[in-house]
């Protein structure tokens, strides 16, 4: 089984993907937790470089998006499709929906060159997707709590907006495998939501 986790900034993510993990293992699961970009040495290195705010080079969108798909490849590789294959959980902190909510509807990107990139290098989708949604002024008053800002949370508000659209968009097309959760809620029923739509399904 394979699930990703997606949303703005600051919607709850880890703390339900943590829980979730330590749910499995209780269950006598085997559980691989991950994230994206990153998830392996190289692809961490990757995201250092795509989260490093960098006032003397502005970074291109398409080498964002490159830079995004290269982590992707090498931890498909490394991680998830072993992970697959030995039938573990899979729990990823954002996949592809991350690309199309950020890089196309945030950046303005052209999906076929997304596209492209899905049917080179992306052999399987989530099983379930996850997607935590609040109003992004609560993320990102959560995020800017957190400390200093990285370069994607240092965009504006209306960046945000467009992210959250693209979200809502990926949920209306494929509403079988993204679920919407209302991540205005406390951590406890968020949890408790994930666990009743999984058991559902
Ligand atoms: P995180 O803060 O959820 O760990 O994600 C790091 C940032 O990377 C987040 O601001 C969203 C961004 N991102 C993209 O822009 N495109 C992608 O495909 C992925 C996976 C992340």
Request: with cysteine.
């Amino acid at each position: 089984m394979f699930i990703s986790f997606e949303g703005t900034e600051g919607v709850g993510k880890s703390t339900l993907i943590q829980r979730l993990h330590d749910y499995f293992i209780g269950q006598g699961k085997h559980v691989v937790l991950t994230r994206e970009p990153g998830g392996t040495p190289l692809a961490e290195t990757i995201r250092n470089l795509l989260l490093a705010v960098n006032e003397q080079e502005q970074m291109c969108v398409d080498t964002e998006l490159l830079l995004i798909y290269a982590a992707r490849s090498q931890h498909l590789n490394q991680v998830i499709l072993p992970a697959l294959e030995r039938g573990d959980v899979v729990l990823s902190d954002r996949f592809t929906d991350a690309s199309f909510a950020y890089q196309v509807k945030g950046r303005g990107l052209s999906a076929e060159k997304l596209e492209l990139l899905n049917q080179t290098f992306v052999p399987c989708m989530p099983d379930f997707t996850f997607w935590l949604d609040a109003p992004v002024e609560i993320g990102m008053a959560r995020a800017t709590a957190r400390g200093e800002l990285d370069r994607f949370e240092q965009e504006k508000l209306t960046f945000f907006e467009r992210v959250r659209a693209g979200y809502a968009q990926l949920h209306q097309d494929a509403p079988q495998r993204i679920q919407k959760v209302d991540a205005t809620q406390s951590a406890e029923h968020v949890f408790q939501q994930v666990i009743q739509l999984l058991s559902r399904k």
